[in-house]
């Protein structure tokens, strides 16, 4: 399986929002609805931040959404706070019980 | 509070085996898939493969079969991974984390693996 592809960097201000891209496949993230995206800050483990391509898990702010068409999946962050800033990591199901991650990007909250 | 401890850091030979383990507590242990993901010093995630908890089947990503070995021991709500044949590119940080719909909402702390001669 080769890696999603995410951009390695994103950048705002605090109060802006900022999208996050993740480019698949037609066998990935194009044939199932199981993107999620992770955030990692640094010497963490990381968090669930979005599931099932747009599900928060309970406790994530509404701040945090996600979406997909096609074979790429979206993050987008509103309302930037400094706390955001992190490492950013899509996953998607790929089909025969296997994930695959995406390279990840580093959000800075300028 | 669902929690997963792993083991603490090691250092192995190049060649040498590495197990570390992922103690889970806070939740019906054989309910929820259990995935091994890795990082690599400043890289990424990279997923690695998942052991049903319950059946103890397991699923692996391509680049390690053949030299991956998930297991569990149900009566100690404790997973394993061991990986054999360690190279320097090895080296990296082990996480287990617990499945939800083919996402990992709990983390371990993280394993520290360092392959050096």
């Known amino acids: 399986q080769s890696a999603l592809t995410q951009p390695p960097s994103a950048s705002g201000s605090p109060g802006q929002s900022v999208t996050i891209s993740c480019t698949g496949t037609?066998?990935?993230?194009?044939?199932?609805?199981?993107v999620s995206w992770y955030q990692q800050h640094p010497g963490k483990a990381p968090k669930l931040m979005i599931y099932?391509?747009?599900k928060r898990p309970s406790g994530v702010p509404d701040r945090f959404s996600g979406s997909k068409s096609g074979n790429t999946a979206s993050l987008t962050v509103s309302g930037l706070q400094a706390e955001d800033e992190a490492d950013f990591y899509c996953s998607s199901y790929a089909g025969t019980n296997t994930w695959v991650f995406g390279g990840g990007t580093k959000l800075t909250v300028l | 509070q669902v929690q997963l401890v792993q083991s603490g850091a090691a250092v192995k030979k190049p060649g040498a085996s590495v197990k570390v383990s992922c103690k889970a507590s806070g939740y019906i242990f054989i309910d929820y898939d259990i995935h091994w993901v890795r990082q690599a010093p400043g890289q990424g995630l990279e997923w690695m493969g998942w052991?049903?908890?319950?059946?103890?089947?397991?699923h692996f990503s391509q680049k390690f079969q053949g030299r991956v070995t998930m297991t569990r021991d149900t009566s100690i709500t404790t997973a394993y991974m061991e990986l054999s044949r360690l190279i320097s590119d090895d080296t990296a940080v082990y996480f287990c984390?617990?499945?939800?719909?083919?996402?990992?909402?709990?983390w371990g702390q993280g394993t520290l693996v360092t392959v050096s001669s």
């Open positions: 037609s066998s990935d993230i194009g044939d199932y609805e199981f």
């Open positions: 052991i049903n908890p319950n059946t103890g089947v397991t």
């Open positions: 984390a617990r499945d939800i719909t083919a996402a990992a909402n709990f």
């Open positions: 099932e391509v747009s």
